[in-house]
């Protein structure tokens, strides 16, 4: 038992560095479950509802596979259309209705505060897989856990990490809720490259400052970086007051192998939030960069599984019985 | 095993008292599971094909979790867009394919009369979760469990109830098959509240009055009445010849506290079959009825879990192995 | 552990007839299970990732089924409308995302190649579950299995066999498939019934030669035939070039009861990849023949579900393991 017993996990606000420690920790854990050398039973006969009123394919399959790998059974529905909200129900209904279904709850909405409000009604405890452009705290959970486990490769910490964000970083919820995760941590070295357009919203800036951290702002990417981590995002180019705006900066944050030799130490580790569009139009993230061992953003989407784990051996308060009710794997897996 | 084994569940006009009974003795025998004080496995390795060809998110998640609380697994289908059924299959040969596929199938469908059809093609055991205008027997057995449950606690039977049913019961199928499940008890009196434009149909009102019930029709609410259940159902305004003539009725058919303590006595349990609209221009079930104990409108969605958990036990003939494959509840629930 | 370990199942050129047999081996060995005599855990904790880009209610509950009876536990997610797939995502960078969550895939999808494409950027064995007008391994596979499951009734062997293909054999991706598998056998006869507009490709004919095997073509059912097999598929009259050039045809490659009498042996044996259209202008396969013992329609879609759970078994390299994880079926069930 741990104080996430029986809560709700509903923003990146609510953890402080202990917690945080105790989630890592816990997620690190799951690896080998994970990765198919054993496997647990600790959840069998649990019930996780799986509740995605707006879709989400991998982040509600994430979810879901990270409940049947300690043996819980999962109920789901996906989109809005049919379900009794778009018939005027209320949140609150809706989760005192389905929380008498399932053991806890993962939910997603396209409305900022919806899972909160949810949660209010909710009689099992429920995770925020999403909330409009509010919250997602299991995704900033497993890029900081990315980084800490990427970072560990090179014997460094995030204490005095350098992170690169590169893109959107007006609208892009992941960098935002990286950025307040990494205000609990000493001595980061934050380097925000974006359009002006799309620069990092002030309350955020103001956070990172206040944490002590260091922190400069550009619109290009130039010179040679030290950074340990560049996280790159999307740009979209609607996000832009016009096509000829839009233009000015077209190909300018993506990234490529040649550019990343160019801006980057040979050890800089990329990460993007998935998923990357990769057509040829698109300018984000090349596949050329595919062959580049630096590449972790298919080790995160692997790390989310472990955080979301953890999430839910914590919240159900099983997280020092998950070894008790291992069992050997007996199917082919080459995952280990 | 009884005489529920290997059979459909299409109807209510299936069940005789006796059956109903065993129904309702077995529902009562699944709440340990259901709140979590432990859990059993007598279904592990059975499968519900859980048929929604109309979509139902909580009937649908119902049934599964139900299902996954007796140990089983659940495969699913949602809408009929992408089905077989939409190229012109027969219900027959939909129910021959998919009955190949799991072990006993709960199935809802728009059209009436379809769920009855695809049972006589299936090679297991069908339960009607929903046939368009005709029938919902899932839904009639929880409202009359619930009845019996909540009596229970004031040392009453249904045998005696008074049960006042408001709202329209034209169109509400559920009051139409509460009432004929009714009509197996003994000395029930009914209160009808409607506009007269939706007025129970006639057929109930004579299988009411041959069951030797007590009957009293009205269209409006009035006096103080010692009803011990309040059923209340949606008015939708689309069902009047007219808006003036839905104006004309606009908020008579409204429960809120203040109209409740005017015409009820302090122990009317508040029912309603979900969902409610909680906009504020719907005019049906009000949200400060939240804070009374009365209102037992989520009372009614757990017990749907319970007496679906009765019926497929009851069908797959596990009803008395349920115990003997108990487990204990290891992870956090606050259920019990 | 077998050649199949591990390994991808994309087409039906990749089987050898000694392939074949395995595969039909270890299928016929997984009927009891499948009919409930007994059941088996042997991938108790195992995840399938059954990904339906394109929908197919029957094929995807086949395959989760398949693997359910295993002991295994699915995750899935059908149509691609809000995959990162329609972002602009590419094939590998889905399969790269994906095949973290689970132990093996079956993936559908509407284009052409895109399953391969997918296999190569998946960490786990991938079963082609359709993808376009391409391939569809495992329908082959059952219908193949059923035709020498019927044949055996007779003491026949696909060795020896005359097959009667009648319909859309230009468009109809499952003869093709069949036809080619069918060429790793021996002296089969082949007789193709179709309009001339919907003949049978001239590289499927040049195949069927080459294997040494007898070949008739035609444009009408006549005569009487001495057929083991008739293999029906559905004529799309939108195939032909107008309704003039389709009207020539109605009727003329359907078969009924009367028909079958007239052109067939007693013992020929009725097949079709399903679903059949049965409303009554859809001249296919007429619902009279329901009473027919040798229409083997939903025989094949419960061989399917044996076909599917050897591949599972055998991808996972569990095949001799089954038995070993073996329990009773404590619930009711007709089907052994």
Redesign the interface.
Known sequence: ?SSF??NHILSVSQFDREAIELVFSVAQSMEPYAK?QK?T???????L?NLFFE????T???F??AF??L?G???E???M????LA????L???A???S????IIAMRHPAAGSVAEFAEGS???VLNGGDGANEHPTQALLDLFTIKRELQFNNKTIDGLHIAMIGDLRYGRTVHSLSKLLCLFKNVRFTLISPKELAMPDYILAAIENAGHSLKVTDQLEGNMDADICYQTRIQEERFPSQDEANKYRGKFRLNQSIYTRHFQSKTVIMHP??????TE?NELD?DL?LNPNLAI?RQ??NG?LVRMALFAL????EN?VSQYE?P???????S
């Open positions: 038992m017993t029986g198919r496997r039973t600790v959840l069998d006969g649990a019930i509802g879709p989400s394919t991998r509600r399959v994430s879901g596979t049947n790998l043996g059974e999962v109920r529905t996906t989109g259309a049919n379900s009794a018939k005027g129900e209320s609150y209904d809706t005192r209705v389905l008498g279904y399932s053991d009689r099992v405890p998935l998923p990357r569009d990769s057509r698109a596949n595919n298919f989407t692997d599984v919240t159900l308060g099983v019985l069992k794997v007996i199917w082919y897996s080459n995952k």
